[in-house]
């Protein structure tokens, strides 16, 4: 079972940025596909970016442009790079992996100020 630490969350101005990391325990790290989701307050949790293991990625609408995910097999650590972070971007930021969700970590809290 995969297990999952994220950081790097704080708080931001708009327009600022942010990177975010994920750590995840396991040997099958490599050939897993990642995800960042998140979930603002009184509002379901969304799936924002992924990383499949040969580096293909995908991303929500709203983010597209802004936020790129990355990946690092040999420290088995998956990355949110945020720029020109916007105040709906603020919500509590997990990752896990999409395709057979591990249980989930604590997150990671982002919070825009206008």
């Known amino acids: 079972q995969v297990q999952l630490v994220e950081s790097g969350g704080g708080l931001v101005q708009a327009g600022g940025s942010l990177r ?3 750590a995840a325990s396991g040997r099958t790290f ?3 596909t990642f995800g960042w ?4 307050p009184g509002k379901q949790r969304e799936l924002v970016a992924t990383i ?3 580096g293909t990625t995908s991303y929500l609408d709203s983010v597209k442009g802004r936020f ?3 990946r ?3 420290k088995r650590t998956v990355y949110l790079q945020m720029n020109e972070i916007k105040p709906e971007d603020t919500a509590v930021y997990y990752c896990n992996t999409p395709l057979t969700l591990a249980a989930w970590g604590q ?3 982002v919070t825009v100020s206008s």
Do not use: E, V
């Open 20 to 22: 975010l990391s994920c």
């Open 72 to 74: 690092d097999n040999a």
């Open 52 to 54: 499949t293991s040969d």
């Open 30 to 32: 490599s050939i897993k």
């Open 68 to 70: 790129t995910i990355s």
């Open 37 to 40: 989701y998140r979930q603002a």
């Open 107 to 109: 997150g990671t809290q």
